[in-house]
């Protein structure tokens, strides 16, 4: 969706540094993130042979999109949902906002789901009109909070649970008796309930497209994704359209893989396929069940160098391992997805020009890409887009300057020697004892830290005057 | 020019010309050769023991009984042993119906805050104790989603190894409009990563496992 | 190996070293030596060229990587006490030239003959410290480039093995970056200095005296923040500890 006017990436990282309670709050979720998916990895010895077929089931898949699309849209079809295709963001919130108004729906449940951010859905349902109610307990909290996600499982992983209490206290009736989790739990299941059932339109996402049954699967612990789409009229589904798998089988080969990537689980507690509306004699299920293929930005992914980013099954391993998002949270990203995939793909979904720092706000340490479960390349994926950056001109005239100058000497070895010769006696100037503590032009360094002092002559000085010694 | 003529010409534009569906076909079914090589080894030999092993670890409570008729005793005891009262709701199946329930309530229909439901499981799926329903004119979904307490009634001869086992017979049959794989109580860790159960759907499962084919 | 001809080996010592701290570059060549191998210096060396590569300038990387391609291509093996360096001239050259049709295959040619110095020391020598002492106590991280892009882990923990009165001791994250990442922690310095503080706690609390590395980098940006916190933590790189140099001045303590 087309960024509204935010802060300076720097300017909102430096706020986020500065949260001692964001800290915090960061620290237990991606911490235990961490600890549970390397247990679960541990006690599930064929991961590695299991991520190589998982990649290799969304390379096939993404290698033959065009036909399990149409497969897909067929069998869905035959089972009697209506399928709907979006180019991008504006067509899928407009395709969804239709089908919300002929339907005269006054209330809409939605059961999480990251596209359903990235087309911007929450804002345009209340553009028009229509009372939207999130039933996933975190975007409950950051519904309350009016806030956006900023983790892709834990979407309100920077709220502590005095703040979640506050929220809950204000936004619950009655309020919850107490701060403790299970009790503003109960309170939330209490409150959503009412929802769930007098929902006209029920909203969810996909974790996967079946093209062989042309069925959708959601996947979630709390069981709210079947209590959004089964109780009313319609069953809305928004999916990309990286999500499709040929069979249930290949879903589940993806599926042990992103449980323990994500939560470090092996199943999540309800596992759901969605095959159409409701059937003749069915007890329950919704009357009208709609499917809106999203294409925003992926086909031209599949066209350059980000092809390989369409593997991503949105587990948040990556954020989880990040050491920049473990200093920052996800909102400090400033898109829908935040942490490595998020920095791959918001400048796809937001352009370059908006959003360069996020590539360039990494360490290359190569963390992410060692834990995703479908191995994606993230680091080579961020280096193409630092690469674009600087193609474009994007990058700041200071460090195009810089680079300039520095790879001026640095190609031609005696002017670098020289340079070094005279360089380095005048850094020692600022030193004292081993060490510089401020160094002109230096601040980002040493306003953090020391520098050590250069030595007084090269190696290669050092070196040349020994070989002659010999000689 | 439609938004799906677009999308699909320009994913066409870079693939080229597709394969035959056949070949497709065959390469996906090849992707998932030697099953095996990538998924978990069973918790215990027997898939009744690695069923309730795998179920017993994810917070699901068993109780394994002999045969159907020992059903309605097996229902009472998990009521008494949670204070719950005799009334609750029960899927309608005609198996369930023709047990003898004197001294119990079992009522169809869910109430919004229904305290215990009472259905039978399609399948287990012994890899990750899962038990799988499937909507239909007899089980409405909402039956193990509404109530605080689901109690699942599984037969033993229904248990399946692995969830490829489930996926093959998923796709032999027509797939119903929900099929559902529950594994575990329901739970969420999003506040401060807390584990909590009983976030929107059951607090409790328990699962009454049968070892007579039925 | 008796009779065989000793390896040659092109040294590349690294900017950062060239510059900083010219005694890991000649523990370098100590070791190399010791392991029977006949060291050159090329002298058209400068940097392998990363800051252009990271930052996106490939132009820049790629006229670096065949002026140094061109300077080491005739050796044995290239050498460098420098995991991300190493990585650079691996993985990075043949990327960069691979559309390059008089380089892409000299790239990987000479990509398939570059390491860093622990691994290429105990894979490809066979090496191990005879006869060297430290007593002290000290632990190791694990820098990122060289851990992932290259599998530099248990190299140097074995070759420290041999060094007799030295205490290794755990850190835990020792495979977490400690937040240098090169133009990184200048461009980004505030996270880049949230992340290395995380990181010098972490190694104060293992009350090691020594903190051990297989890259200047990284070792320049955690010695300068210990410092600046007034940790008496020592920094060396593992090749000055495996040279026996690791009596004198550590990283920071004015080298003469």
């Not at chain 1, 993404?62 to 869905?76: K, P, V």
């Not at chain 1, 309020?175 to 299941?189: G, H, I, K, L, Y």
């Not at chain 1, 069979?247 to 309800?270: C, P, W």
């Not at chain 3, 300077?71 to 650079?88: I, K, M, N, Q, R």
Request: glycine share 10%.
């Amino acid at each position: 969706m087309t960024a509204p006017f935010k802060a300076p990436f720097k300017n909102r990282a430096r706020a986020a540094l500065a949260d001692p309670v964001l800290k915090i709050a960061i620290d237990r979720t991606t911490g235990n993130a961490e600890r549970k998916r390397a247990a679960a990895l541990a006690a599930f010895p064929e991961f590695e042979t299991a991520r190589a077929r998982g990649r290799a089931i969304k390379d096939h898949v993404i290698a033959h999109l065009g036909h399990y699309l149409e497969l897909f849209e067929r069998n869905a079809t035959a089972r009697g949902a209506q399928v709907h295709w979006a180019a991008d963001d504006a067509e899928a919130r407009a395709i969804v906002t239709r089908i919300c108004l002929a339907a005269d729906a006054k209330l809409v449940t939605r059961a999480k789901s990251m596209l359903g951010e990235e087309i911007g859905l929450p804002h345009a349902l209340a553009d028009a009109g229509i009372e939207r109610v999130e039933t996933d307990l975190a975007e409950h909290i950051i519904q309350l909070a009016g806030e956006a996600p900023s983790h892709i499982i834990w979407p309100a992983m920077h709220r502590t649970r005095e703040q979640v209490a506050e929220l809950f206290k204000a936004g619950h009736q009655p309020p919850p008796a107490a701060e403790d989790p299970a009790t503003m739990v109960q309170s939330a299941r209490r409150v959503l309930r009412e929802k769930f059932l007098s929902a006209d339109i029920g909203i969810s996402g996909a974790n996967f497209l079946v093209a062989d049954t042309g069925a959708t699967c959601t996947v979630t612990n709390e069981g709210n994704a079947e209590l959004t789409t089964t109780p009313p009229r319609i069953h809305i589904v928004t999916a990309g359209i990286e999500k499709l798998v040929p069979s249930t089988a290949h879903a589940f080969a993806l599926l042990r893989l992103l449980v323990r990537s994500a939560t470090g689980g092996e199943m999540t507690q309800y596992t759901t396929f969605h095959a159409g509306p409701r059937r003749p004699g069915d007890a329950d299920g919704p009357e009208e069940m709609h499917i809106v293929l999203v294409d925003n930005g992926r086909s031209r992914m599949l066209a350059d160098e980000f092809r390989e980013m369409l593997r991503c099954i949105r587990c948040g391993a990556c954020m989880n391992h990040c050491v920049v998002y473990r200093q920052i949270g996800g909102h400090a990203y400033g898109g829908t997805y935040p942490g490595p995939m998020g920095a791959v793909l918001t400048p796809v979904l937001d352009g370059l020009a908006a959003s360069r720092d996020l590539p360039n706000a990494c360490t290359m340490n190569g963390r992410c890409a060692e834990v995703c479960p479908v191995g994606i390349p993230l680091p080579t994926l961020l280096r193409a887009w630092r690469r674009r950056s600087w193609r474009e001109g994007l990058e700041p005239g200071s460090l195009r300057a810089g680079i300039g100058i520095w790879a001026q000497v640095a190609r031609r070895p005696r002017l670098y020697r020289l340079a070094t010769r005279i360089g380095l006696p005048l850094m020692r100037l600022f030193g004292k004892g081993g060490w510089i503590a401020r160094l002109p032009l230096a601040g980002g360094w040493t306003d953090h830290r020391d520098l050590p002092r250069p030595a007084a002559r090269s190696f290669m000085d050092q070196y040349r005057a020994q070989q002659k010694a010999r000689k | 020019m439609t938004a799906r003529d677009r999308i699909l010409s320009a994913i066409r534009a870079t693939l080229g010309p597709g394969k035959p569906p056949a070949q497709i076909a065959a390469e996906a079914a090849a992707l998932l050769d030697d099953p095996d090589a990538a998924r978990p080894r069973l918790a215990a030999p027997g898939l009744p023991d690695a069923f309730a092993q795998k179920a017993a670890a994810l917070g699901t409570s068993i109780d394994r009984i002999g045969s159907m008729a020992e059903v309605p005793r097996a229902m009472a005891r998990y009521l008494d042993a949670h204070g719950l009262p005799p009334r609750f709701a029960m899927q309608p199946a005609p198996e369930l119906a023709a047990l003898d329930w004197s001294g119990l309530a079992p009522h169809p229909g869910t109430a919004p805050d229904e305290p215990a439901a009472l259905g039978l499981a399609l399948h287990g799926i012994a890899e990750s104790g899962s038990l799988v329903i499937h909507s239909g004119p007899d089980n409405p979904i909402l039956m193990a989603f509404l109530p605080l307490h689901h109690v699942v009634l599984l037969r033993e001869a229904t248990l399946l190894p692995h969830l490829e086992d489930y996926a093959a017979r998923l796709s032999a049959e027509a797939a119903p409009r929900n099929a559902i794989l529950i594994t575990g109580p329901s739970g969420t860790t999003d506040i401060e990563g807390s584990y909590v159960r009983g976030a929107h759907g059951p607090g409790f499962l328990h699962v009454i496992l049968i070892a007579e084919p039925g | 190996m008796p009779g065989e001809p000793k390896p040659t080996v092109g040294l590349f010592v690294t900017c950062l070293v060239d510059a900083i701290r010219p005694q890991i570059g000649f523990a370098t060549l100590q070791l190399l030596e010791e392991a029977g191998c006949v060291v050159e210096v090329p002298q058209a060396q400068t940097c392998c060229g990363q800051p252009a590569l990271n930052s996106g300038d490939d132009r820049d990387a790629a006229h670096l990587a065949r002026q140094t391609i061109a300077a080491f291509e005739g050796y044995d093996h290239v050498v460098l006490p420098s995991g991300s360096c190493a990585a650079t001239m691996v993985h990075g050259y043949p990327e960069l030239l691979a559309s390059d049709p008089d380089w892409a295959a000299r790239a990987r040619a000479m990509a398939a003959k570059t390491h860093e110095i622990t691994s290429f020391l105990a894979d490809v020598m066979g090496y191990a410290p005879a006869g060297r002492r430290l007593n002290a106590s000290a632990t190791y991280h694990d820098s990122c480039s060289g851990l992932r892009e290259l599998g530099v882990a248990a190299q140097p923990r074995a070759l420290l093995s041999h060094v007799e009165g030295l205490e290794m001791r755990g850190l835990p994250g020792n495979d977490v970056c400690c937040g240098f990442g090169g133009t990184f922690c200048v461009k980004y310095s505030e996270i880049s200095n949230a992340i290395v503080t995380e990181k010098a706690e972490a190694i104060e609390e293992t009350g090691a005296e020594l903190l051990l590395a297989g890259d200047l980098g990284c070792l320049m940006n955690m010695a300068g923040k210990l410092n600046r916190r007034g940790a008496k933590t020592r920094c060396f790189h593992t090749v000055e500890v495996l040279a026996g140099r690791a009596e004198g001045p550590a990283i920071g303590e004015d080298a003469p």
